[in-house]
């Protein structure tokens, strides 16, 4: 799962988050598939610093982008961070000039915090 080169300062690659996941266990990492075609990568994971869900990471390989699957993956995320955990609410960030990934969290819900993790990622909030 690639995404372009201008977009990989937005996220990890699927390599490290898959590392990342299997020594923190708290992480649950998902490939995202259309039929048989898999698309993309999306992770949640709930922190065990804030014990808030978080989606880590989502990333939509650049061959299938401006198809909804992003957003029909958040979606499909959200209802099953609600359907086996039902919390209030569920978090997520990115990166200040990923524009196209601000204006469809937006549109998906989500709203600003004003809180900025990791030096200069902006958090935004899912509530249920
Ligand atoms: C951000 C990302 C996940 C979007 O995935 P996607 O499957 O292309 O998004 P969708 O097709 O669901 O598009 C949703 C909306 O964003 C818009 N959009 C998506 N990519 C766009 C682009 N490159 N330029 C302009 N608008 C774009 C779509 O037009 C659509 O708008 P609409 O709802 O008004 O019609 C994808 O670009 C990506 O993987 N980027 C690199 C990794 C990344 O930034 N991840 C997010 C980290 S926070």
Redesign the pocket.
Known sequence: MD??EA?ED??ASTMYSLAEAKIFTENQPFAIYDEEQMV?FIMYSLDPDDNQYWVT??????K??????????MKNILKLIKNEFNPKCVY????PE?K??E???L?LGFLHTGRIIDDDELVLEYIY
């Open positions: 995404v372009t977009q937005f996220v993309g990471r989502l990333l939509i390989d650049e299938f982008q401006q198809k909804g699957y992003c957003s029909l993956a997520t960030s990115f990166e990923n196209v990934a204006k469809l969290y549109k």
